[in-house]
């Protein structure tokens, strides 16, 4: 199958499915916050014809570093947008962040943290917490957008 002809910036979203048993309730600035260790974008992925290369990610990883976690990935009158976006803010905020991200072992790691009280404010917030407290199967995704650079390495486009 071919690789699809991309250039200039994509939005990307890269799904993982979450280790329940390493969910944690902590307490910061006497609120209670929920956090869920997450994982994405492993070192040289190939997703959608398109390569991830380790030395790229390692340029960027970091700016995940206090970004929104919203709830589902934010659209605006049907295009992806960036969770900073205010629509995207007013829609799909739900009171989560990521933080304390590293690279470990060839994959990008972060926590999710989830304020419970700004949480429960969102029927997405509180099915999210609904989930979490009954131990069912959870994802996380992060959303990123990059620039994409035709080329042909070792036989392979993408």
């Known amino acids: ?5 991309l250039s200039g910036q994509v939005r990307v979203n890269v799904r993982t499915a979450v280790n329940n048993a390493q969910i944690r309730r ?4 006497g ?4 956090i869920v260790p997450s994982a994405t974008l492993p070192d040289d992925v190939v997703m959608n014809n398109i390569k991830y290369p380790a030395d790229e990610i390692a340029k960027s990883f970091h700016t995940l ?4 976690a919203p709830f589902r990935h934010p659209m605006v009158n049907g295009q992806y947008v960036s969770a900073r976006e205010p629509e995207a803010v007013n829609d799909f905020y739900i009171g989560a962040w990521n933080e304390n991200v590293r690279r470990e072992n060839g994959r990008v790691w972060l926590d999710k943290v989830i304020d419970v009280e700004v949480a429960n ?3 997405s917030g509180k ?7 009954k131990g069912e199967p959870i994802h ?12 042909n390495d070792a036989g392979y486009s993408y």
């Open 26 to 29: 902590d307490k910061r600035n």
């Open 31 to 34: 609120k209670d916050v929920i």
């Open 140 to 151: 996380t995704s992060t959303g990123i957008f990059m620039e994409v650079d035709p080329a």
């Open 127 to 133: 099915r999210l917490l609904d989930a979490i407290n």
């Open 1 to 5: 199958m071919p690789a699809p002809e």
């Open 65 to 68: 570093d206090r970004t929104f």
């Open 121 to 123: 404010r969102t029927e």
